[in-house]
């Protein structure tokens, strides 16, 4: 008599249309044995999320539970950004508008170095934030909160990652975040570390009994 087999666990939409951002949590969730869909692979499009919270996990939740409840999926999403002490806190929770609709990462690098421009070497402390949510269909939500603390440069160093990432040096690493490889910046990024939280809850009792409603 052949074992009967674990059904396998159904796949967590990633509500983010950030691809960057939707691929660091896949290959996050991925080492917690955690399959994931994307945005991109639904049937049908999900009206967008309007962000409009005053802290990330504001963010975090309206957007967990608002693709949660139009896909009929548990949905896990994040808000993230980077605080910059020199210029108290900002760009914050407004990190990926940073100057304006219009500019990508590169330009919202430049933007930064330019407000910087004048803030000496001893003053240009930072930290990345992230709150990762789970949320189920019915409005159920956990959080979870990651952060990682580093300088930022005067100029791009590395060509990996997305955002910020060429201008955050993490001094352990003695390097940007672009430039080291995704799996050694998962072990201490804000998004990894919100991102292990949670992928510990689900695999937990508690978290298993959450997945099932």
Do not use: W
Not at 56 to 84: F, P, Q, T, W
Not at 153 to 165: I, K, T, W
Not at 182 to 194: C, L, Q
């Amino acid at each position: 008599m052949s074992e009967a087999k674990t059904p396998a666990k159904p796949p967590i939409l990633i509500a983010s249309s950030n691809p960057g951002k939707a691929r660091e949590l896949a290959e996050l969730l991925a080492t917690a044995g955690q399959s994931t869909t994307t945005l991109t692979d639904l049937p049908a499009p999900i009206p967008t999320f309007e962000e409009n919270g005053r802290t990330y996990e504001e963010n975090g939740l309206g957007k967990a539970r608002h693709y949660a409840r139009l896909s009929g999926m548990v949905a896990i999403a994040d808000d993230s950004g980077l605080e910059v002490d020199a210029l108290g806190g900002e760009p914050g929770v407004y990190s990926a508008r940073y100057g304006g609709p219009g500019l990508d990462d590169a330009g919202r690098n430049r933007k930064l170095l330019e407000a910087m421009k004048n803030v000496p070497e001893g003053g240009r402390s930072a930290r990345y934030v992230a709150v990762a949510v789970v949320a189920r269909p019915d409005g159920e939500a956990r959080a979870f909160r990651g952060e990682c603390d580093g300088v930022i440069l005067r100029e791009p160093q590395g060509s990996g990652g997305f955002g910020y990432d060429p201008l955050f040096f993490y001094p352990p690493f003695g390097a940007t975040f672009a430039e080291v490889e995704p799996d050694r910046k998962h072990t201490v990024s804000h998004r990894g570390r919100a991102s292990q939280a949670l992928a510990e809850f689900l695999a937990s009792p508690a978290g298993r009994t959450f997945l099932r409603g």
